[in-house]
């Protein structure tokens, strides 16, 4: 195991009506004068914003909105936000949605305190001074809820990049897993694949004896695997989607990351796709890591097989190691099918002409010299060829 550091200093209130307690979090957390920030208008329809609304009222928080944070959040409205927090002298930012919203809000958060423009931090700069951000989440999928990350995309070249540290953490985030119940099963299907892939991309590690995070991601993808499929059955099973969520928050708050080298290549890989597309973020996740999967395997074939025989139940093939490798990605992939998820670019909407752009801005693009790294540093011959094992 490698040495690390973990801080993940998050309050979290799990449950049923946890909202109506937005006030007296935001209280305990220091806030008196409020961001609202949300998206396209779920949380206006399902009545949730009212509720906060009147949960700050209630407490005497004064609050100032933005509304209109789309899917691969925007740096336009970030800009936005940055400018109305120091107008109406904002000390706390409250996100009501989902990923997009929250990662949103963490832009902001980050820029009202800097002098330079937020999107630095975007190309590479420690967070290190932000607002205090809360989230009230309404979709299980990013994990932002309990991250310290943000991924936003720049407008003028429709660039898309992370950007990370502690100050972004929230400082509470309030869980309630009936809030997902209004998601349409194709956007809870992307949030079950995004899950899946926060887990794998910390699976795939070249460190050594790590049992302990070893196992928490297999039993968190296990879960996934028995729980997705009943909320794609029925979207008002409480209990499915209970779990689902916390294994969200668990899947990418990195306690199951830690001491470990991981990969990212398969996010790095589909936020171009997002990027350029506009695509949902676990739709593209659905088509590109069978394809990396399947293109870095050889790398550590015991890997994947431990995986196929652990998580999906291939027996295996010691003849052949190989073969279990190759069927529990196999596996994976018809799962992410039987969920509603699209197999290749075709049913994405991405193009096949478009490979050589997607490339580039994948391996040149803000600083890039050429090439990504994690699990296997892929080149531009590399990642050519797995966005053509996408086709
Ligand atoms: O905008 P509204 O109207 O709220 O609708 C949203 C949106 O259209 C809808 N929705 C959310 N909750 C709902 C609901 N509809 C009905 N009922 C509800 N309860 O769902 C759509 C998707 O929302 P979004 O916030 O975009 O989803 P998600 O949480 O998947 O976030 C995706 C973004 O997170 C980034 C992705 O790249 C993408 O930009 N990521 C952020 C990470 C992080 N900060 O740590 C890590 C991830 O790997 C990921 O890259
Ligand atoms: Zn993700």
């Given at each position: 195991?490698?040495?690390?550091?973990?801080?993940?200093?998050?309050?979290?209130?799990?449950?049923?009506?946890?909202?109506?307690?937005?006030?007296?979090?935001?209280?305990?957390?220091g806030?008196?004068?409020?961001?609202?920030?949300?998206?396209?208008g779920?949380?206006?329809?399902?009545?949730?914003?009212?509720?906060?609304?009147?949960?700050?009222?209630?407490e005497?928080?004064?609050?100032?909105?933005?509304?209109?944070?789309?899917?691969?959040?925007?740096?336009?409205?970030?800009?936005?936000?940055?400018?109305?927090?120091?107008k109406?002298?904002?000390?706390?930012?409250?996100?009501?949605?989902?990923?997009?919203?929250?990662?949103?809000?963490?832009?902001?958060?980050?820029?009202?305190?800097?002098?330079?423009?937020?999107?630095?931090?975007?190309?590479?700069?420690?967070?290190?001074?932000?607002?205090?951000?809360?989230?009230?989440?309404?979709?299980?999928?990013?994990?932002?809820?309990?991250s310290?990350?943000?991924?936003?995309?720049?407008?003028?070249?429709?660039?898309?990049?992370?950007?990370t540290?502690?100050?972004?953490?929230?400082?509470?985030?309030?869980?309630?897993?009936?809030?997902?119940?209004?998601?349409?099963?194709?956007?809870?299907?992307?949030?079950?694949?995004?899950?899946?892939?926060?887990?794998?991309?910390r699976?795939?590690?070249?460190?050594?004896?790590?049992?302990?995070?070893?196992?928490?991601?297999?039993?968190?993808?296990?879960?996934?695997?028995?729980?997705?499929?009943?909320?794609?059955?029925?979207?008002?099973?409480?209990?499915?989607?209970?779990?689902?969520?916390?294994?969200?928050?668990?899947?990418?708050?990195?306690?199951?990351?830690?001491?470990?080298?991981?990969?990212?290549?398969?996010?790095?890989?589909?936020?171009?796709?997002?990027?350029?597309?506009?695509?949902?973020?676990?739709?593209?996740?659905?088509?590109?890591?069978?394809?990396?999967?399947?293109?870095?395997?050889?790398?550590?074939?015991?890997?994947?097989?431990?995986?196929?025989?652990?998580?999906?139940?291939?027996?295996?093939?010691?003849?052949?190691?190989e073969?279990?490798?190759?069927?529990?990605?196999?596996?994976?992939?018809?799962?992410?099918?039987?969920?509603?998820?699209?197999?290749?670019?075709?049913?994405?909407?991405?193009?096949?002409?478009?490979?050589?752009?997607?490339?580039?801005?994948?391996?040149?693009?803000?600083?890039?010299?050429?090439?990504?790294?994690?699990?296997?540093?892929?080149?531009?011959?590399?990642?050519?060829?797995?966005?053509?094992?996408?086709?």
């Open positions: 195991m490698e040495n690390f550091t973990f801080y993940s200093p998050t309050y979290f209130m799990f449950g049923k009506e946890a909202e109506n307690k937005t006030g007296s979090l935001v209280k305990r957390f806030g008196s004068k409020v961001l609202i920030h949300y998206g396209g779920s949380v206006v329809r399902s009545g949730l914003l009212d509720r906060v609304k009147d949960s700050l009222t209630k005497g928080i004064g609050f100032a909105e933005l509304g209109g944070v789309r899917p691969n959040p925007r740096s336009g409205l970030v800009y936005e936000g940055i400018e109305l927090c120091k109406e002298k904002v000390d706390f930012i409250l996100a009501v949605g989902g990923g997009s919203t929250i990662d949103s809000s963490k832009a902001i958060a980050a820029g009202v305190l800097y002098s330079g423009d937020f999107w630095d931090f975007y190309s590479g700069k420690l967070i290190e001074e932000a607002l205090p951000v809360g989230t009230i989440l309404t979709i299980a999928a990013a994990g932002s809820e309990g310290p990350d943000s991924v936003i995309t720049r407008e003028e070249d429709m660039m898309k990049r992370g950007a540290g502690d100050a972004i953490r929230p400082k509470f985030s309030i869980l309630n897993p009936a809030l997902t119940q209004t998601l349409p099963a194709f956007q809870s299907a992307c949030g079950i694949t995004d899950i899946m892939a926060h887990l794998y991309e699976y795939l590690t070249n460190s050594k004896e790590v049992e302990v995070t070893d196992r928490l991601i297999e039993a968190l993808l296990l879960t996934m695997k028995h729980e997705g499929p009943r909320v794609i059955e029925d979207p008002d099973n409480y209990e499915a989607r209970a779990n689902i969520m916390w294994a969200g928050m668990m899947a990418h708050n990195n306690s199951c990351g830690v001491g470990r080298t991981q990969d990212w290549n398969s996010h790095n890989i589909e936020h171009e796709l997002s990027a350029l597309y506009d695509v949902a973020h676990g739709a593209g996740l659905a088509v590109t890591m069978p394809a990396v999967f399947k293109y870095v395997m050889k790398h550590n074939i015991m890997r994947f097989a431990q995986v196929a025989v652990r998580v999906w139940g291939c027996s295996m093939d010691f003849e052949n190691p073969a279990t490798a190759l069927e529990g990605i196999n596996r994976l992939a018809d799962f992410l099918t039987s969920i509603g998820m699209p197999r290749n670019f075709a049913e994405l909407g991405a193009n096949e002409a478009d490979i050589p752009t997607l490339v580039e801005n994948l391996c040149c693009g803000n600083g890039r010299e050429g090439s990504i790294s994690g699990f296997v540093t892929l080149d531009k011959e590399d990642c050519t060829k797995i966005y053509r094992m996408m086709v």
